[in-house]
């Protein structure tokens, strides 16, 4: 077998999942795209592990195993935060989401209010 053609389709979709990622702004086309990586990633593996006689056999198959359940637990966490982050902004826009909390004034004053990029203070 030549594995050009499952290395092409593997540069493919994890090119595909990479321009997902960087383009996208709906955090679960984020999490779809990341995905299409780790299944092009899978994709490599096996395709070395049935085309290289590797001292441990099946070890690509192993560790594609691996990748799919690190796959499972990445995509029941992420969208765990998605649908929080649903419930308290009602909507998943990446661009939206504050990476850090604003830094709370003295004692007994409220925390300063910032407005967004339209200028709506929230």
């Known amino acids: 077998m030549r594995p050009v053609i499952p290395y ?8 595909l999942g990479v321009y997902g990622v960087l383009r996208r702004r709906n955090a679960v086309l984020v ?11 899978n994709l490599v593996l096996v395709t070395a592990d049935t085309t290289v006689k590797a001292v441990l056999p099946h070890s690509g198959q192993v560790f594609a195993l691996f ?3 690190l ?3 990445e995509i029941g966490v992420g969208l765990a935060i ?3 982050l649903y419930r308290l902004r009602a909507g ?3 661009d939206d989401v ?4 604003p830094a709370p004034g003295p004692v007994g004053e409220p925390a300063p209010v910032r407005p ?7």
Request: net charge negative.
């Open 98 to 101: 504050p990476l850090a909390e």
């Open 116 to 122: 967004d990029a339209e200028g709506a203070v929230r």
């Open 82 to 84: 998605v649908l929080q």
């Open 31 to 41: 999490l779809m795209a990341v995905e299409l990586m780790l299944n092009a990633v």
């Open 8 to 15: 092409v389709t593997a540069a493919l979709l994890f090119g």
């Open 92 to 94: 998943v826009t990446v």
């Open 71 to 73: 796959a499972a637990a």
């Open 67 to 69: 990748v799919i359940v």
